[in-house]
T-cell receptor, first 113, second 115 residues
Framework: DGGITQSPKYLFRKEGQNVTLSCEQNLNHDAMYWYRQDPGQGLRLIYYSQIVNDFQKGDIAEGYSVSREKKESFPLTVTSAQKNPTAFYLC????????????FGDGTRLSIL | AQSVTQLDSHVSVSEGTPVLLRCNYSSSYSPSLFWYVQHPNKGLQLLLKYTSAATLVKGINGFEAEFKKSETSFHLTKPSAHMSDAAEYFCVVTPGSSNTGKLIFGQGTTLQVKP
């Protein structure tokens, strides 16, 4: 989706290191989401934010942290506490309205060195 | 509890033949339903959505889906497969009781298109 930019596209993490994945949007959407996707599996929700300065844990928040200081940005930090971080990470946004779909970025693939 | 079941993990068709990807859902409320497509190393792209209007929903790239409440199904179809349709497809539901925008994803169906 052209309105959501995830960077970098590929990221490598060393043992004991924290890394931050960027998600920026110009769709003026209030809600933003982070998902993790493992091979052959569906998406699992890590964190979500419905408004600036507020965010909620998803189903697999342990070992991750987020911030939402600006409407346009929702960075995800994968901490050293996340023992199995290798996965494809997707950011999504959603406009106002119950039936609005989520729109996805092109993802960041994180691997362990 | 709400859930989504994609009945086939892998579907293989020949180019030019019809496509059928099956999805059943469970929801205590009137759900919104979506189909997304994912090509390798890409994000999810919305194909179509059902939001309690017409039960037959037309989407992009010739895909359509029919909402059948009595069967709790939302199967995705296309009359004639193209090589570019080869991808992963996800059936997704928004629980009717939630206003957080959280989604429930099926496990995905891999569509293979043979020449």
């Amino acid at each position: 989706d052209g309105g959501i930019t995830q960077s970098p596209k590929y990221l490598f993490r060393k043992e004991g290191q924290n890394v931050t994945l960027s998600c920026e949007q110009n769709l003026n959407h209030d809600a933003m989401y982070w998902y993790r996707q493992d091979p052959g599996q569906g998406l699992r929700l890590i964190y979500y934010s419905q408004i600036v300065n507020d965010f909620q844990k998803g189903d697999i928040a342990e070992g991750y942290s987020v911030s939402r200081e600006k409407k346009e940005s929702f960075p995800l930090t994968v901490t050293s506490a996340q023992k199995n971080p290798t996965a494809f990470y997707l950011c999504a946004t959603k406009g106002t309205g119950f039936n609005q779909p989520q729109h996805f970025g092109d993802g960041t693939r994180l691997s362990i060195l | 509890a709400q859930s989504v079941t994609q009945l086939d993990s892998h579907v293989s068709v020949s180019e030019g033949t019809p496509v059928l990807l099956r999805c059943n859902y469970s929801s205590s409320y009137s759900p919104s339903l979506f189909w997304y497509v994912q090509h390798p190393n890409k994000g999810l792209q919305l194909l179509l959505k059902y939001t309690s209007a017409a039960t037959l929903v037309k989407g992009i790239n010739g895909f359509e889906a029919e909402f059948k409440k009595s069967e709790t199904s939302f199967h995705l179809t296309k009359p004639s497969a193209h090589m570019s349709d080869a991808a992963e497809y996800f059936c997704v539901v928004t629980p009717g009781s939630s206003n957080t925008g959280k989604l429930i994803f099926g496990q995905g169906t891999t569509l293979q298109v043979k020449p």
